[in-house]
């Protein structure tokens, strides 16, 4: 039984494809981390703390493990206690609730009102790489998000705010360390 040759122009295509794809796998992953994991097989996150002075009072412990699950999502390494290859650190440092936009009232006795509220939320990162420390860095990540005050209290929309740009700034977190994007 002989093979045709569309078959054996598949086979060798996928024979390279995975030779290809296995020699890339130390260096680049698809969820775009450019660690090697030969070298760098672990990270510890410290218990951040909230220093801004307001928010929920499990803000800190919701980010902490956030950050935690998102390394161990979109990466390969190990969660460890102390002393990881990679190591976060830091605070909440800004916890902001703004006005953005005011809305004229149509009584002329009645002060105009805000339109659009801006929860702002900043968080300081330390980050320090074990491996390569040219990487590590300090750096203040921060995102917002807007609501109408008009229709919805922040009481109402507080945690899916919060939960939304924590998901932002732990995208651009991990695009500064280990994306280096």
Known sequence: ???????????ISWGLFLILLQACAVSYS??????????????????????????PANMEQLFTESLKEFYQRNTQL???RNNG?????????RYAITPQATVSSQDPNLPDRAGQMRL????????VNTVVE???????????KDYDP???SILQVESQ??????DQILQDIFSATVANW
């Not at 039984?1 to 086979?11: A, F, H, Q, V």
């Not at 290859?85 to 440092?93: R, T, V």
């Not at 702002?120 to 980050?127: F, L, M, P, Q």
């Not at 040219?134 to 917002?144: D, P, V």
């Open 85 to 93: 290859d990679l190591q976060f650190s830091g605070s909440i440092n």
């Open 1 to 11: 039984m002989t093979l045709s040759k569309r078959k054996i122009t598949n086979l």
């Open 120 to 127: 702002t939320i900043s968080v300081e990162v330390d980050y």
């Open 134 to 144: 040219e990487e590590s860095l300090k750096r203040n990540f921060s995102f917002f």
């Open 161 to 166: 705010l919060i939960e939304e740009i924590f």
């Open 150 to 152: 008009r229709t919805t």
């Open 30 to 55: 698809f969820t775009g981390t450019n660690l090697n994991y030969e070298l760098t097989k672990s990270f510890s996150v410290e218990n951040f703390f909230n220093d801004s002075g307001g928010g």
């Open 78 to 80: 190990e969660l460890v």
